[in-house]
């Protein structure tokens, strides 16, 4: 059977850590492109993670690149590329210089692979899965944002912590924008199937929540000259294992959105079902008034946002 391929554009940590957790699952040949003024960084990770084969038993192919043609006819693209946030910069700061990169990036990409799904990571996520699928001239489904699995991933980590139980028990579900806007649902949200509203209170629930929030920033303050990029990397992988597989996972996603939730044509946080044709069904959820509100709030701020790119 043919193996999938998968490119992954920026070898900074975000991508070299995806080309790590892709091959560790042998999703498929990975290649990881950079700019040519990095020549040799790409090549050098991808060199240094094929040696780590033999060790960990992953039978993949891993090809490190500074052009494009390196990465025609691939399944999946993940796109990382972009300024990483610094203390004190907001995700919004990188509009202007991150619409120019993905941009560029985006049209290098489809014309070697006009038949891929492309995963975007670089920030603000949801501004720039649009400008992402403007460039592109893919249809929606074939263009999708990573911050859900990620602010899941982070809200499942502080209520395991909370109630010192196994993440793998906790199921969650959040809406909206990444960032500040994102819309935690804590009455979908459950520990083994029970309601989290029956093991945690009102207050510490909503503590936890603001910590997702700015649990990206609590990571940008700790690195200093850095930002997060286990997790996110890991989130994104998920999200191509189950393209690739075929598995029909249910996952928030940034995805475009329509009459779904009244968003009006823009990519935001929601529960999708990501197959080989990507996003192969959204799932809209009843919302309280307040979570209406919340939702309605952060889908503002995403058209903020993209109104102000120039694409």
């Not at 999938?4 to 975000?14: F, L, M, P, R, T």
């Not at 919004?92 to 941009?103: A, G, P, R």
């Not at 699928?133 to 074939?142: D, L, M, N, T, V």
């Not at 083994?192 to 649990?215: C, H």
Request: proline share 5%; with cysteine; charged share 20%.
């Amino acid at each position: 059977m043919k193996r999938a391929k998968i490119s992954i554009i920026g070898a900074g940590n975000v991508g070299a850590t995806a080309a790590h957790w892709a091959a560790a699952k042998e999703l498929g040949d990975v290649v990881l492109v950079d700019v040519p003024q990095i020549d040799g960084v790409p090549q050098g990770k991808s060199l240094d993670l094929s040696q780590a084969a033999p060790i960990e038993g992953y039978d993949v192919r891993l090809t490190g690149a500074t052009s494009y043609e390196a990465t025609a006819n691939s399944d999946v693209v993940i796109i990382t590329a972009g300024l990483a946030r610094k203390p004190g910069m907001s995700r919004d700061d990188l509009l202007i210089k991150n619409t120019e990169i993905v941009k560029s990036v985006t049209q290098q990409v489809v014309k070697y692979s006009p038949k891929s799904i492309l995963l975007v990571v670089s920030n603000p996520l949801d501004a720039m899965v649009y400008v992402a699928y403007k460039a592109s001239g893919f249809e929606p489904q074939r263009v999708i944002g990573m911050a859900g699995v990620l602010d899941t991933a982070r809200y499942r980590c502080f209520i395991a912590a909370e109630l010192d139980v196994s993440v793998e028990d906790i199921q969650a579900l959040l809406l909206g924008g990444h960032g500040d806007d994102m819309v935690p649902l804590p009455r979908y949200t459950s520990v083994a199937g029970i309601p989290l509203p029956e093991l945690l209170s009102e207050e510490k629930i909503q503590a936890i929540v603001k910590r997702t929030r700015s649990g990206g920033a609590e990571i940008v303050n700790f690195l200093k000259t850095g930002s997060a990029y286990y997790a996110p990397s890991a989130a994104v992988v998920q999200m191509a294992e189950s393209i690739i597989k075929d598995k029909k996972r249910v996952l928030p996603c940034a995805a475009y959105c329509d009459k779904q939730y009244g968003v009006g044509g823009y990519f935001v946080g929601v529960p999708v079902k990501l197959g080989s044709q990507g996003v192969e069904q959204i799932i809209e959820v009843p919302l309280t008034t307040d979570e209406k509100k919340l939702m309605d709030a952060s889908v503002d701020h995403v058209r903020q946002l993209v109104a102000t790119i120039q694409i």
